[in-house]
């Protein structure tokens, strides 16, 4: 899924509005949550005026798709808890920018890269639901499985995003942004702060985000097809 027009001081710029956003927020209340916020929003905006129509399609998917699961993973399951017992409101923004990285990425990682991170999260997952210290990890890797089989044309995009994602959950559970409850509320699962394949959750985003996006192109084209008059 390339996406137009993105080039390295793009890159930068999310990568230092993640690192830097996550950073403030944890020296900040409220009101310096919803600052953050504004800016992460205020980035999202410039990034969607650089990619086509199509393209802007696919990432208001990931933005719908990631505030939904945000809402439900969060404030309804309780899995993780983000520090002010909310979702703040850069958090659907800062998912919009790790797809948009993980698709930058995507571009310069080979297909046995991709493989490797598979097989190395799988291992891991198996090892840790084995050794007990982590039993979620066994619905986070039914998660990256089905992912890859339904999604084959972007491996590279789930390697990708789920490398930068396990990154972006070390770094925010070391600032306290959020925190991972170790038994999972519900189920009896166990699991640690981060789980070592969180990344999954976000390789299953870009899963959902590419099959709506080509469902969105299939109902285009019917459309399209219906109102088009015949050849002469």
Same mark, same amino acid.
């Given at each position: ?17 993640? %690192?830097? *956003? ?30 086509e129509a199509r393209e802007r399609q696919a990432l208001v998917a990931c933005l719908a798709i990631a505030t939904a699961a ?6 309804? &399951? ?12 850069f958090v659907p923004p800062g998912h919009v920018l790790m797809f948009l990285l993980g698709t930058f990425l995507a571009r ?14 799988? %291992?891991?997952?198996?090892?840790? %639901?084995?050794?007990? &210290? ?25 390697? @990708? ?5 396990? *990154? ?5 559970? &070391? ?7 170790? @038994?999972?509320?519900?189920?009896? &699962? ?19 985000? %590419?099959? @709506? ?20």
């Amino acid at each position: 899924m390339p996406l137009t027009r993105l080039g390295t001081p793009h890159v930068v710029l999310m990568c230092a509005t993640l %690192a830097l *956003g996550l950073a403030v927020d944890v020296r900040t209340g409220i009101g310096g949550q919803i600052a953050i916020g504004a800016v992460f929003w205020g980035v999202l905006f410039y990034m969607l005026r650089r990619v086509e129509a199509r393209e802007r399609q696919a990432l208001v998917a990931c933005l719908a798709i990631a505030t939904a699961a945000e809402l439900f993973l969060s404030l309804a &399951w309780g899995l993780y808890r983000y520090r002010l017992d909310n979702v703040p409101l850069f958090v659907p923004p800062g998912h919009v920018l790790m797809f948009l990285l993980g698709t930058f990425l995507a571009r310069r990682v080979h297909e046995r890269v991709a493989w490797a991170v598979f097989a190395g999260a799988v %291992a891991y997952g198996l090892a840790a %639901a084995a050794g007990g &210290w982590d039993t979620l990890s066994l619905l986070f890797l039914a998660m990256i499985v089905v992912s890859w089989i339904a999604a084959p044309r972007e491996r590279r995009l789930l390697a @990708s995003t789920f490398v930068l994602a396990l *990154g972006l959950e070390f770094y925010g559970t &070391w600032l306290g942004t959020w925190a991972w409850s170790h @038994s999972v509320p519900v189920t009896g &699962w166990t699991t640690t702060n981060p789980p070592g394949v969180s990344g999954a959750l976000y390789s299953t985003l870009d899963a959902l985000v %590419a099959a @709506s996006t080509a469902l969105l192109a299939r109902a285009d084209r019917r459309i399209v097809g219906c109102v088009s008059p015949p050849s002469a």
